[in-house]
């Protein structure tokens, strides 16, 4: 009898300083709520560029809010009032933004002028660092994380979206009985869906540009529509969704093995003028009237209503095109692939990061804000309203498996996986990474994974974007030849930047 109650009391007692150890524990365990307290009230401001991933995480800061009393007001701007704006904030030192969105490819450039901080004391101090935050565990590109690493080994920010250029294509319209008929019946092989080559793109582009009247899946037409859509504005988009065809055909603006880099400038060279002639054919042959006007936001648009059957775009379009009924009419149609292949099997990777100005007057309440976007819950909300994420565990949530797109996202983020539960595409669903891309070769290196393309960052890549507008441009408006446009741009490089044209 004695012995019972023996074990009752050391089990009471037990109990008893379990409780207090727990409750110890529990009183120390970091949570958000209590690190925001002393920020309580604070306004924090952050700017980017007004895209779907920004308004997406405009829609989900009121959960921040709440939990931390902190006020975040995100400034959405077209990306060159961006630069304009963080540029006379960090040189005029006026602390206006506590957190600014940024592609990589201006990295280097924040990093040399001093604009931007590392996050290494942040991560440091255990009142602000979230001790589940596993940011180098948990980022899905191993490019990011190179990408955001200063020469000092120091990292700088947290993943914000990856905006990665691929290949939109009407599946629907491919796997059509009667268009494979056609198709192969005209040019001798069967029409693949998606098209995996370069010469795959122009062929389909040019047997599905169809006018008024004609016959489409079975359909007769009540509007023109065309093989492709791409950007010819004098524009950004126009440069940068030339690029693709540029390193497509093997070739590169400067000669240098990395984006700050400088080298010989040799974009007018025979790839060059080559993948400048195949993008004017595309544009004016095949794309949809007024082309020479159009930016991503057209491209987006005719995909949306159908005007256009392909499109190179931006993933963070993806969402709008197959998960918005109100604004597509094209849902469930639109299936998602890597860039055709030239001579080169190649991926766009133009990855954003959120960084910390060492101009920020609230650089703790920032960081806290920085850090809650990495949750995983706040991922998986970012990416189902038209985010594209960078973390692994994302991919894994029931909501992001829905999006037509995931997997054929996280297969060229990741280099060439697949998610857990990840997919290849079957004919008859747009869910699935294309498996006859992936298992395509890279002509060079005869292996299956795509070549990460350079883009430029030095200090005067803006003004080598400015020239190269202008001159190609003008070549698509049919004012001058290729070879013509190019050679009078690289001669202006020369002439503008000493720092290049040591290399001439």
């Known amino acids: 009898m004695a012995k019972i109650k023996l074990t009752s009391v050391l089990k009471t007692i037990l109990v008893f300083v379990l409780g207090i150890f727990f409750s110890v524990s529990n009183a120390n365990a970091w949570s958000l709520k209590d690190a925001a307290a002393p920020y309580n009230g604070t306004t924090i401001r952050i700017i980017g560029e007004a895209l779907a991933p920004l308004e997406s995480l405009n829609q989900q800061k009121k959960i921040f809010e709440e939990e931390t ?104 319209l491919f796997e059509h009985p009667e268009e494979q008929k056609n198709f192969k019946a005209k040019y001798g092989y069967d029409l693949p869906s998606p098209a995996v080559t370069m010469d795959h793109l122009r062929d389909t582009a040019e047997f599905f540009t169809r006018k008024k009247g004609e016959k489409l899946a079975g359909e007769t037409l009540t509007q023109d529509v065309f093989g492709i859509a791409n950007s010819g504005k004098r524009h950004i988009s126009m440069l940068w969704n030339y690029y693709n065809f540029l390193y497509a055909f093997d070739g590169k603006v400067v000669d ?81 692939s890597g860039t055709p292949i030239g001579k080169r099997k190649i991926v766009n990777l133009h990855q954003w990061g959120m960084f910390l100005p060492t101009s920020s007057k609230n650089p703790e309440a920032a960081w806290l804000f920085m850090q809650w976007t990495q949750r995983p819950e706040i991922q998986e909300k970012l990416m189902s309203t038209g985010s594209i994420s960078l973390s692994k565990s994302t991919y894994q949530q029931k909501s992001v ?50 070549v990460i393309f350079k883009l430029e960052n030095f200090p005067e890549s803006a003004q080598v974007e400015e020239i190269l507008m202008k001159h190609i441009s003008g070549v698509l408006a049919g004012q001058m030849s290729a070879q013509a446009g190019l050679d009078k741009a690289v001669a202006e490089i020369y002439a503008e930047i000493p720092a290049l044209a040591k290399y001439k």
């Open 69 to 172: 009393g902190i006020k975040v007001i995100i400034e959405q701007q077209a990306f060159d009032q961006v630069i304009e704006k963080t540029t006379a904030d960090f040189v005029g030192g006026t602390g206006i933004y506590d957190a600014i969105l940024n592609p990589h490819v201006k990295f280097p450039f924040l990093v040399s002028n001093g604009w931007i901080t590392p996050i290494d004391k942040m991560l440091s101090n255990k009142k602000l660092a979230d001790p589940k935050f596993k940011l180098k565990q948990e980022v899905l590109s191993e490019d990011w994380l190179m990408a955001a690493m200063g020469q000092d080994g120091k990292l700088y920010g947290v993943p914000f979206s990856a905006h990665t250029i691929y290949l939109n294509w009407r599946w629907d």
């Open 401 to 450: 498996q829905d999006l037509v797109y995931a997997d054929t996202n996280y297969f060229i983020l990741s280099g060439g996986d697949l998610p857990k539960k990840g997919k290849f595409r079957k004919n008859g669903s747009p869910y699935g990474m294309s498996k006859e891309y992936a298992n395509a070769k890279d002509p060079v290196t005869g292996k299956k994974a795509a």
């Open 256 to 336: 240098s093995e990395n984006g700050p880099d400088y080298g010989k400038v040799v974009i007018n060279n025979k790839a060059g003028v080559d993948s400048l002639n195949y993008y004017k054919d595309l544009l004016v042959n095949y794309g949809p009237t007024g082309s020479l006007d159009y930016t991503w936001d057209e491209q987006m648009a005719a995909m949306q209503s159908g005007l256009a059957v392909q499109a190179l775009l931006w993933a963070d379009a993806s969402y709008g095109i197959s998960h918005d009924p109100e604004s597509s009419k094209t849902v469930g149609k639109v299936a998602y």
